[in-house]
C-alpha cells in the first residue's frame, strides 16, 4: 500500500477591489434660476460639480461644456436623472459621445 501525499497548501494573497480611478465628478442642471438643485447629487462624495441654471433644450451649456472640457478617461460622471443631462437622444448621444 502507498501512501497518498497531502497537497501543499498555500494561501493566496487577498484580494482587495481597487479604488476607481479618476475623480467623482458631478453635473447639476435646473431650469430656472429659483430651483435648488442641491437635493440632485445629495449625499454623493464628489471631487467637483458643474452646476447649470439653463434650459435643457440644446446642449450649448456653459458648465456642460466646462464638464466636458474637465473630464477625462477614468472619471465618474453623476447625473440626477438623464433628463437632466439632455431632452432627446440625440443631444444625448453627441454629450457621451462615442464610449
Same mark, same amino acid.
Given at each position: &500500500?502507498?501512501? $497518498?501525499?497531502? /497537497?501543499? =497548501? %498555500? @494561501?493566496?494573497?487577498? @484580494? %482587495?477591489?481597487?479604488? /476607481?480611478?479618476?475623480?467623482? $465628478?458631478?453635473?447639476?442642471?435646473?431650469?430656472?434660476?429659483?430651483?435648488?438643485? $442641491? =437635493?440632485?447629487?445629495?449625499?454623493?462624495?464628489?471631487?467637483?460639480?458643474? %452646476?447649470?441654471?439653463?434650459?435643457?433644450?440644446?446642449?450649448? =451649456?456653459?458648465?456642460?461644456? +466646462?464638464?466636458?472640457?474637465? $473630464? @477625462?478617461?477614468?472619471? %465618474?460622471?453623476?447625473?440626477?436623472? &438623464?433628463? =437632466?443631462?439632455?431632452?432627446?437622444?440625440?443631444?444625448?448621444?453627441?454629450? +457621451?459621445?462615442?464610449?
Amino acid at each position: &500500500m502507498t501512501k $497518498v501525499k497531502e /497537497p501543499i =497548501r %498555500t @494561501r493566496r494573497p487577498v @484580494r %482587495t477591489r481597487k479604488p /476607481p480611478k479618476g475623480q467623482q $465628478v458631478g453635473y447639476l442642471r435646473v431650469s430656472s434660476l429659483d430651483q435648488n438643485e $442641491v =437635493r440632485q447629487l445629495e449625499g454623493l462624495a464628489l471631487d467637483k460639480t458643474f %452646476t447649470d441654471k439653463a434650459s435643457g433644450n440644446d446642449a450649448k =451649456r456653459p458648465q456642460l461644456g +466646462a464638464m466636458q472640457s474637465f $473630464v @477625462r478617461e477614468g472619471d %465618474t460622471v453623476f447625473c440626477h436623472s &438623464m433628463d =437632466r443631462l439632455a431632452r432627446n437622444l440625440d443631444d444625448l448621444r453627441k454629450i +457621451a459621445g462615442p464610449y
